[in-house]
């Protein structure tokens, strides 16, 4: 049975100064991302709440940490030159190139700091497929760091049922079963029944409201 003082020590590092600090620098910086790609702002905060919940189900510890750190997933995009990102047509082969170096150079970013390794991680693996056939180190399965795979899950659904400059919003439902398509293909299998645990719980209609 857990005591006061057990629950007392488990809220104890959400009550951390340094670590709200932390928690506060990484919310800026992937703002900073989002808006230099166009974006409200609101995919990272989706993004934190939906890694959250799938790490939660997964039973991964430091799961709020984890949701902070897949918030700078596409930091890389600020050394991408916004005609690239905003542009509505298909982009070319040289254009595609450089729109998927935005992997590597995020993770260059965040690995100069210590306490950004596992966010350099997401940022560097996020587009790695569980087949193999992901950028832009080729990994499959559990070769891909287990907190890129739950970030890739996240990403893909959140990209899915928004509107973007290419595409029109999927439809809560459809996108959900995209996503089961998917796993064992391009997405972590666990992962993905994760996803699917959080959306039988309600949690996914409150994050998405």
């Known amino acids: 049975m857990s005591t006061s003082s057990d629950n007392d020590r488990r ?7 340094d670590r709200r600090r932390h928690h506060d620098v990484i919310y800026l910086l992937a703002r900073a991302a989002e808006t230099h790609d166009q974006d409200t ?7 934190r709440k939906l890694v959250e919940s ?4 997964m039973n991964v510890e430091d799961s709020e940490d984890l949701g902070y750190d897949a918030m700078l997933h596409d930091v890389g995009k600020l050394l991408v030159p916004r005609a690239i990102l905003a542009k509505p047509a298909a982009l070319t082969p040289a ?16 690995a100069a700091r210590e306490t950004m390794h596992r966010a350099a991680s997401i940022a560097r693996s ?3 497929c569980w087949d193999g ?3 832009p180190d080729g990994l499959a399965g559990e ?3 287990l907190a890129a795979r739950i970030t890739a899950v996240a990403d893909v659904f959140d990209a899915l049922v928004s509107d ?3 595409k029109e919003a999927w439809s809560y439902h459809d996108a959900l079963a995209e996503l089961t398509e998917l796993a064992g293909v391009k997405l972590d299998p666990a992962a993905v029944a994760a996803l699917l645990a959080c959306d039988a719980a309600g949690e996914l209609e409150d994050i998405l409201a």
């Open 164 to 166: 973007r400059v290419y």
């Open 95 to 110: 254009e595609r190139e450089i729109m998927a170096s935005h992997t590597i150079l995020g993770a260059d970013l965040l």
């Open 133 to 135: 056939s992901g950028y």
């Open 41 to 47: 702002g609101a995919h990272v905060v989706r993004i």
């Open 11 to 17: 809220r104890e590092p959400r009550d951390d100064p």
């Open 126 to 128: 996020h587009h790695e």
């Open 54 to 57: 799938i790490a939660e189900r």
């Open 143 to 145: 070769r891909i760091p």
